[in-house]
Nanobody, 127 residues
Framework: QAQLVESGGGSVQAGGSLRLSCAAS????????MGWFRQALGKEREGVAV?????????DYSDSVKGRFTISRDNAKNTLYLQMDSLKPEDTAMYYC???????????????????WGQGTQVTVSS
């Protein structure tokens, strides 16, 4: 059974950077759609970024992080990354990675149901 484990969270001042990692193990070769989501205290979970890896990598970002965050995947290491730059206090949340197998890139989007989730890593940005 596949397992996702996030790391890299922490506390940083506004304007700083963090890189989150999500190590996948198990039947990970079936995952061609992976994403990062976050949930702030008292708020609903929201999509941050997704990546489709089926030949050519296709990415998508929420408007709130576009231009500041970068999602990537190292297939050789079975690891998903989220580079977060120019962090803002409103980026404070628990960040989760998720994975799924889709039939095509159109099925890889933040609104879809993902079958596998990690346990989360906390990111705190102070002003």
């Amino acid at each position: 059974q596949a397992q996702l484990v996030e790391s890299g969270g922490g506390s940083v001042q506004a304007g700083g950077s963090l890189r989150l990692s999500c190590a996948a193990s198990g039947y990970t070769d079936t995952f061609n759609c992976m994403g990062w989501f976050r949930q702030a205290l008292g708020k609903e979970r929201e999509g941050v970024a997704v990546i489709y890896v089926g030949g050519v990598a296709i990415t998508d970002y929420s408007d709130s992080v576009k231009g500041r965050f970068t999602i990537s995947r190292d297939n050789a290491k079975n690891t998903l990354y989220l580079q977060m730059d120019s962090l803002k206090p409103e980026d404070t949340a628990m960040y989760y990675c998720a994975a799924h197998r889709v039939t095509g890139w159109l099925g890889c989007h933040m609104a879809r149901d993902f079958g596998y989730w990690g346990q989360g890593t906390q990111v705190t940005v102070s002003s």
